[in-house]
Structure formats: C-alpha cells, structure tokens
C-alpha cells in the first residue's frame, strides 16, 4: 500500500486509503479544510482546475463532476423524454406533465421533507 499521499504528495503512515479511487491519501484532509468535491468526495489535489462553486451553501464540484453535471433544466428533456418512453413500453402511459425542476439541497428538504431521510441513508 501506498505510503505517499495522493493530495499533499507528503510520506505517512497515518493514510486512509479510498478504494474507489485507488488512492491513499492523510487522515488529516477529512478536517483540515482540504477542499472536496461534493459529489464525487475526491479531495483537491493542488494541481487540480478549480473547482466549480455551485453558490449552494459551500458546495463545489470537481472538474470532471463538472463536466457532466446538468445545470440546466432544458438540458434535462431528452432523459424526461426516455422515461416516458420506457413506461409507455411498459404500457404505463402517463398523461400529466411530470414536474421538473432542478434545485440546491436546501430547497429539496423545505419542499420534500422525505428526501433527508433517504439522503442520510446513502451517506
Ligand atoms: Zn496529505
Ligand atoms: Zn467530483
């Protein structure tokens, strides 16, 4: 196993490796504000891009999250389109105009109060 951190390149025994990303990486980052991305939780690496600020209470996105986050709800039609046609091929029509919006953490929890929950189950 590693024994060279992954983010601050310094040689220790006090590692926590992340299999996930094969990376091993100072115990220390998880509290000393070593800044992370929110959704894949990879710690920035100095040689990183910046990190995208979401404006959302500290959250920020790596740059490959980044890449691939949908920002924008028009770009969110062609997947609303694909689950409509996956239950139609169920024969599960369904003729109201499903709601959509893309909103930060806080509104989710003001609107749908369930949502902690589920969330906290994931983590
Ligand atoms: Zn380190
Ligand atoms: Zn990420």
Known sequence: ?????G???VNSNKL???KFWEESVCREH???GTLRCYTCHRFKKAQ?????????NGRKLCSYCSSIATLDPKECMPLI???REFYKSLNLVVDETIP???VDKDMMFKFIPGILLYMIRLV
């Not at 196993?1 to 951190?5: D, E, F, K, L, N």
């Not at 990183?48 to 959302?56: A, G, I, T, V």
């Open 1 to 5: 196993m590693a024994t060279q951190c």
């Open 7 to 9: 983010v601050c390149n």
């Open 16 to 18: 926590s490796y992340y």
């Open 30 to 32: 998880a509290s000393d």
């Open 48 to 56: 990183d891009p910046e990190y995208l600020d979401l404006n959302d």
């Open 81 to 83: 389109q694909n689950v």
């Open 100 to 102: 959509f919006l893309l």
